[in-house]
């Protein structure tokens, strides 16, 4: 069966501070990967969505980077972290089916 | 923006009565897609209902789309307060072959034992 894993759970960082959060998927190939960020009782903002190995595409500019080395594995990034870039982020992936699988997030403060 | 919008914000019902929420969105879709997610946890999929379809059920969960209106409601019949959760829409735009979901802000619901 397919699980995604996501790490780590919480993060606590300095303002301009480097990040790196890490998502890889097993039991799949091929997935579509995603990298949600959602605010505090908000919704979920699409951040970044990539369809194979080195191919990224950006929804919102931002402070964000994100690669996908190997098929399964999505990495979210920033060189220096704002304040603005607290929140919970959430990786998830989909197959031929339509539907999302998510891992189960992780909170970042930057303080 | 696609982004759905839920309503209402919060919602607060007691055990075994039943919890209507109600999605609305912008665009076009091809499907819209219900989920859920429990305090500080990642989203679980619950239902997804194509733009062909008006209704559809999955055991106390109970999906209408009316495309006309660019709206959906999901029904929770008889609930639980295990069902305490947020809920999100989400609704599917299809580029370069991801299947890229918009999610609305969500309905917090509480069911109180």
């Known amino acids: 069966s397919q699980t995604i894993h996501q790490w780590p759970a919480t993060l606590v960082q300095p303002v301009g501070s480097p990040l790196s959060l890490e998502c890889t998927v097993e039991g799949t190939s091929n997935p579509n990967l995603y990298w949600y960020r959602q605010a505090a009782g908000r919704g979920l903002q699409l951040l970044f969505y990539?369809?194979?190995?080195?191919?990224i595409s950006s929804e919102v500019p931002q402070n964000l980077s994100a690669s996908r080395p190997q098929d399964r594995q999505f990495i979210l990034s920033s060189k220096k972290l704002l304040l603005s870039d607290s929140g919970f982020y959430l990786c998830?992936?989909?197959?031929?089916?339509?539907?999302?699988?998510f891992g189960s997030g992780t909170q970042l403060s930057v303080l | 923006s696609q982004q759905g919008e839920e309503d209402p914000q919060a919602l607060s019902i007691q055990e075994g009565e039943n919890a209507t929420m109600n999605c609305s969105y912008k665009?076009?879709?091809?499907?819209l897609q219900w989920y859920r997610q429990n305090s500080g946890r990642g989203l679980v999929h619950l239902i997804l209902?194509?733009?062909?379809?008006r209704e559809k059920h999955s055991g106390r969960l109970r999906v209408t789309l009316d495309t006309s209106k660019k709206s959906s409601s999901l029904l929770i019949t008889a609930s639980r307060a295990a069902d305490t959760a947020s809920y999100f829409c989400?609704?599917?735009?299809?580029?370069?072959?991801?299947?890229?979901?918009?999610f609305g802000t969500g309905t917090r619901l509480t069911v109180i034992p």
């Open positions: 665009t076009s879709i091809n499907n």
């Open positions: 989400a609704t599917v735009a299809y580029k370069t072959g991801a299947n890229n979901l918009f």
């Open positions: 998830a992936w989909s197959g031929t089916a339509e539907k999302l699988f």
């Open positions: 990539s369809i194979g190995i080195d191919q």
């Open positions: 209902i194509r733009s062909n379809e």
